[in-house]
């Protein structure tokens, strides 16, 4: 079976590793990449220089290892990542390690929603 490799990247230069490790995986056993970022809505992310460039720099990783890096606005991050999981009829999805509680709560919800998919949480740099 063709897997279809969801990577889920936060505004940080950090989602680097997440993105060369979905092209790893798609590398070996086949299939398609996508990279997902949900952005509140409100959020204003290009009057904001750093977290802006971090966006720009992960959206020319995703060009590199090609793939696109799609950005949605959602109050509901874990809905709409289920969401675009099934309409692009993801197999497998990779998300970094939370950093914090509201982060570890998404993750838990992503958990519930999305158990049909294989998951892998990476574990943070120093970990």
């Known amino acids: 079976m063709e897997r279809r490799i969801l990577v889920c990247v936060t505004q940080q230069k950090t989602c680097e590793r997440l993105i060369k490790k979905g092209a790893a995986m798609r590398d070996e056993f086949g299939g398609e990449l996508f ?3 949900v952005a509140l809505n409100g959020w204003k992310f290009l009057g904001n220089s750093k977290e802006g460039e971090a966006l720009e720099y992960l959206f020319g990783i ?28 993801i197999t497998n999805i990779i ?8 982060n570890s709560n998404i993750l838990n919800d992503m958990k519930r929603k999305l158990s049909s998919l294989d998951m892998y949480v990476m574990p943070s740099k120093g970990e």
């Open 35 to 37: 990279i997902i970022h």
């Open 62 to 89: 995703s060009k590199s290892v090609g793939a696109e890096l799609t950005v949605l606005r959602s109050d509901n991050i874990v809905k709409t990542i289920a969401s675009f999981a099934k309409e692009n009829k």
């Open 95 to 102: 998300v970094g390690a939370p950093n914090d509680r509201q």
